[in-house]
């Protein structure tokens, strides 16, 4: 199996799995949520949930930025570029991700000044390029990417940059986390916590889930070993009845995160009061906005932006299957009306959403079960 | 985007703020330190590195296995294409002053 010969400790893959399968308590059913595309994208593309005990459901949460922006956004960003003669700058993530009137990249069609960048200080590159040209970075991402917008952001301040502003969507993922336990129709036993919004923020903003919500939370790295690593820890804890922080991604994630980034994260950024999610509805502080010393370089406060909402297509319950009420095959419009080439619901929109996701890679389906012997 | 890349700092832009010349599995882009500021990282070391920030220090051992969780992900064309993708016109501007070091070098 050409699969499973390139992971790591293919030896220590099945004893772990072994050890998930002892762990499993045949009497109980498991519901562990991941909050990161990037696991859900590996969970997938592993074929991890084919060698899990079938008590052990995995649910992918909120964790895919691109998923989770309300539509009405991205046309808000749009306008703005159109109205006032200004660059749209984004990451290529954002380029294909449909608004009400077309996509960033169907604007750049029809005429709009759009450009790629892939790091926040091209697009002060690109307004030092254009004196005469006002840039605006649509900026999106967790914790992963907010710190660079920040510093990018005080670096504009301390030069006087006048020609460029931030366009912020900027979500924090512990805020969601609470609205998911917070709803009434879920029943999450644990988390996976996200491995690399991790560095930023460490370990220690998890441990009100584990006090205050008495649910134990793992935060792991990405290869098959690290999550079925963190899913033996997670039952182990469930086990003996405990819910803590623990941290799998040890090699790479500090417990206190990366201070610095908090920092400028913290001197640059607000919480807003709240933000509408795509799926989850409005969400109260879980997103950032630019603090009042930096109204200058913030476009929603130098521009007159609409307000467009555009509310999802009721058919589609993207809600649903985040909070994990519904698997994504079971949303009525799965693989008909939306699929990834033409997304309707929010989790079809990049191939980091669980239902593009599941879409992807469910044919590949039993790459692991085939080497590891399948389960229950 | 979320996923980070791995590369090691392999020269640090001299009268820059906190720039570095990084090298991923061959492609060399100036990524920006401004956020390791509490543990500045050195020539010789890896990061991992998020829309042309490096966002944490770690081992050599870390960074290959980081590597092949993207391969295996499918991801390593796109890591890629964001790389290529850091400062614009930089390539150029690097290969040049490449070439006048190894000029002088000569000389």
């Known amino acids: 199996m050409r699969f499973v010969d390139e992971f790591r400790n293919p030896e220590l893959i099945r004893r772990s799995a072994e050890e998930v399968r002892r762990l499993a308590d045949p009497t109980r059913y498991y519901r562990l949520m991941e909050v990161c595309g990037g696991h859900t994208h590996a969970i997938y593309r592993f074929g991890l949930k084919d060698i899990l005990p079938s008590n052990i459901e995995l649910i992918h949460g909120p964790g895919c930025p691109v998923c989770v922006l309300p539509m009405g956004r991205i046309d808000d960003g749009l306008s703005i570029a159109a109205d006032h003669d200004v660059m749209f700058t984004a990451f290529g993530d954002m380029m294909r991700v449909p608004g009400a009137h077309g996509s960033p990249l169907e604007h750049k069609a029809r005429g709009m000044d759009v450009r790629i960048v892939y790091s926040p200080t091209d697009a002060i590159k690109l307004a030092k390029a254009n004196p005469d040209k006002h840039v605006m970075f649509f900026a999106i991402g967790f914790e992963t990417t907010a710190p660079s917008t920040a510093l990018v952001l005080q670096r504009v301040r301390r030069e006087g940059l006048k020609n460029f502003s931030v366009f912020c969507n900027h979500v924090t993922i512990i805020p969601a986390i609470r609205a998911i336990l917070d709803s009434p129709d879920m029943r999450i036993d644990g988390f996976i916590g996200p491995g690399h919004v991790s560095t930023v923020i460490g370990c220690r903003p998890y441990e009100w889930i584990a006090k205050n919500e008495k649910k134990p939370i793992v935060v792991s790295g990405f290869e098959p070993l690290d999550l079925l690593q963190s899913i033996v820890m997670l039952l182990r804890q469930l086990g003996a009845g405990e819910a803590k922080v623990e941290n799998q991604y040890k090699r790479v994630v500090p417990w206190e995160g990366n201070t610095a980034a908090l920092r400028a994260m913290a001197e640059v950024f607000e919480l807003r009061p709240y933000f509408e999610w795509r799926g989850l509805g409005f969400i109260s502080q879980s997103a950032l906005r630019l603090r009042e010393q930096y109204a200058e370089w913030d476009a929603e406060r130098r521009f007159a932006i609409p307000g467009i909402r555009v509310t999802d297509p009721k058919a589609a319950q993207c809600g649903e299957v985040l909070k994990g009420v519904l698997r994504p095959a079971q949303c009525k419009l799965f693989g008909n009306e939306c699929t990834p080439e033409h997304p309707i619901g929010a989790l079809m929109v990049s191939s980091e959403g669980s239902c593009a996701a599941y879409y992807n890679y469910e044919h590949r389906k039993a790459a692991l079960v085939t080497t590891l012997g399948a389960t229950a | ?107």
């Open chain 2, 1 to 107: 985007m979320c996923l980070a890349i791995p590369g090691k700092i392999v020269e640090l832009v001299p009268a820059s703020e906190s720039l570095a010349v990084v090298d991923v599995v061959g492609v060399r882009r100036r990524v920006d330190l401004g956020l390791l500021e509490n543990d500045k990282p050195g020539v010789g070391d890896w990061v991992l590195i998020h829309v042309g920030f490096a966002m944490s220090k770690i081992s050599e051992q870390d960074a290959m296995d980081q590597m092949k969780t993207l391969a295996m992900l499918g991801e390593t064309d796109a890591a890629l294409q964001e790389v290529r993708g850091y400062g614009l016109e930089d390539e150029k501007e690097i290969r040049s002053e490449e070439r006048d070091k190894a000029r002088a070098a000569g000389a």
